[in-house]
């Protein structure tokens, strides 16, 4: 913790949690004494958001006394029915949860009054809520509950970050979003977003700086549109309902790595097709309405942090701001209809087979109702065309890849009407087996080539530093020994891989995108061998969708797993125990 924060956290300006037994809280005084803090601004300010325990009479009439411009919305722990003036609307929300619910379904408050007597909502609200705040909006929290005790180490640790960005030592120089665990990215975001903090009289006053776009989780996105919205952001076209399924594949492993074993069962969500009408759209996936940044924005739609570390800065579990490289306003327009084929990495061969190729179910959907729609795709930093085996895929999937929007790096881009389909595929949580229908159709349309090798056994080698083997040249050896033909799929022509792989009656190789051509394999026997920090279940996804038979062979990664996801340790060398697993590997292989 850095010095002055410390010396902060000690000021007697500090205010200490006060025992509710000696120490009568008057929360219609504290709403009194926190509005004096906004000055002038009280007179102007549009919306304010207050957290309460409840919403009495009195502490009603001060909210319409004191801030007689502002509409108010009231989150409380319990529901009262004191007459509410006109300008008070009251949500009940008990846990942090609904209370950020709250907050994504009302415009971005110009200040959030926090009065409860809970030390834990207090906590939470300052860790969750204050982002949502607009540019220069306040944050107030009231001294009976705004300072920590020694009991409340938690509460002290969060008013540090606050006070570490005041002084401005909240970001390590040099930081990437992308780079650093979700934690610690959310600590990093609320320290970036702190213009101030000050006490007066006890209460803490911090202003906040910057706008944040909110975070749409696609289970929650209609619900949440349609409330603050109504029918003007569009909707969802086309759904289906969630259901489960047990892998007909079974998965062996050797060693100690990261994946189960067995007969996996998945757990597949609702997947929807949505039209957003005047959408915006920025090059690696971003896709924003209105101050939302939409599911379609992430390749994991589904979970609790959602992040796009290439378009948003450090991200909060609930909010972010757009990078400064992605213009604030609309470049252009865009006429009708567009569908979105773009992701976070689009020039990389891993991510387009995955996450672009599972979005493609919902382009049928889109053209039935919208005849004229055409695909959307992105390009990555300093390029000038797409990617030739992303234009490749779509043209064998029937998509006009000669009537493709492009949006390029640094602009932003309004469409009239954007459609977007829920991933199939989202690593490493769940597959559809309708997909094996989509790679189907992909293999079908592909050029007919032969094979650029011989042999129905293949063993996918990799090459550079980034998760390389570092005995790689013993497991080639020990395989072509084995009578495989050792291929590095990037040299063969998209559709001379799709030969290579739908001929293979045995599929090895190094764990990553190398290894997707199995997706045309649906009947071949697959071995990976890959690193212990190796998190990614790509491989794992592609049989359970196509029924492979799976075998995993557990390196030592150089950088050892931390118990958390590590970048270094993910793209960590590896080293591979041939003579410990040679007979495993000669039985898997056979």
């Known amino acids: 913790m850095p010095t002055r924060a410390r010396a902060w956290l000690r000021s007697p300006h500090v205010p200490r949690r006060l025992s509710p037994a000696r120490h009568h809280f008057d929360a219609t005084a504290a709403v009194a004494r926190l509005v004096g803090h906004l000055g002038g601004r009280a007179s102007v300010v549009e919306h304010v958001v207050v957290v309460a325990d409840e919403l009495t009479p009195a502490l009603a009439g001060t909210l319409a006394a004191h801030l007689p411009a502002a509409h108010v919305t009231a989150v409380v722990r319990r529901a009262t029915t004191p007459a509410v003036p006109p300008s008070v609307s009251v949500r009940v929300a008990t846990k942090t949860a609904a209370r950020v619910q709250v907050l994504m379904e009302v415009p971005p408050p110009d200040a959030i009054l926090e009065v409860s007597q809970r030390p834990n909502d207090k906590h939470a609200a300052l860790l969750h809520l204050f982002t949502f705040l607009r540019d220069r909006g306040a944050y107030l929290a009231a001294a009976a509950t705004a300072g920590p ?104 492993a050797y060693g100690e790595g990261l994946r189960e074993v067995g007969r996996r069962t998945f757990h597949v969500p609702e997947m929807r097709v949505r039209r957003y009408d005047g959408a915006t759209v920025a090059a690696r996936q971003l896709v924003t309405i209105g101050d939302y940044a939409t599911p379609d924005t992430f390749r994991h739609p589904h979970q609790r942090r959602l992040h796009n570390g290439k378009v948003l800065e450090f991200a909060t579990a609930h ?12 470049t252009r327009e865009v006429a009708g209809a567009l569908f979105h084929l773009d992701t976070e990495f689009p020039d990389h061969f891993g991510h387009v087979t995955t996450e672009v190729l599972s979005r493609c179910w919902g382009w049928e959907v889109a053209r039935e109702l919208d005849p004229a729609v055409r695909p959307l795709v992105s390009i990555g930093v300093g390029e000038d065309h797409v990617a030739s085996f992303q234009l490749q895929m779509l043209a064998a999937l029937g998509i006009d890849v000669g009537d493709v929007e492009v949006v390029r790096h640094g602009e932003r881009v309004l469409v009239e009407r954007l459609y977007a389909a829920t991933p199939r595929f989202e690593n490493p949580h769940h597959t559809h087996p309708e997909l094996a229908e989509t790679w189907r159709r992909l293999a079908d349309g592909l050029d007919r080539v032969e094979s650029p090798v011989d042999g129905d056994r293949i063993f996918v080698s990799r090459r550079g530093d980034k998760r390389a083997c570092v005995d790689r040249p013993q497991v080639e050896r020990f395989f072509a ?109 056979r």
């Open 149 to 252: 005790s020694g009991r409340d180490p938690v509460m002290r640790e969060a008013l540090a970050d606050l006070a570490a960005a005041a002084d401005g030592t909240g970001v390590p120089a040099g930081a990437k979003p992308e780079s650093v665990p979700g934690v610690v990215a959310e600590s990093l975001e609320r320290a970036a977003s702190v213009a101030s903090v000050r006490t007066v009289r006890g209460d803490v006053v911090v202003v906040k700086r910057g706008d944040h776009l909110r975070k749409l989780r696609d289970w929650a996105a209609d619900a949440t549109l349609d409330a603050r919205l109504g029918p003007t952001w569009g909707a969802t076209v086309h759904e289906e309902p969630a259901f489960t399924f047990t892998a007909t594949n079974v998965v062996t």
């Open 319 to 330: 909010t972010g701001r757009v990078r400064a490289h992605i213009a604030a306003e609309p």
């Open 481 to 589: 020994d084995e009578g495989f033909a050792i291929v590095y799929p990037e040299d063969y022509a998209y559709a001379e891989q799709r030969a290579l792989f739908a001929q293979a009656r045995c599929v090895a190789g190094f764990g990553g995108s190398g290894m997707f051509g199995v997706m045309f394999a649906p009947t071949a026997r697959v071995v990976v061998i890959a690193a212990d920090g190796y998190g990614a279940s790509n491989e794992e996804l592609i049989a359970a969708t196509n029924g492979n038979e799976l075998h995993y062979f557990w390196g030592t990664s150089l950088e050892r797993p931390t118990g958390r996801h590590d970048l270094r340790v993910f793209n960590s060398r590896f080293t591979f125990d041939l003579d410990r697993f040679r007979p495993a590997l000669r039985a898997a292989i």
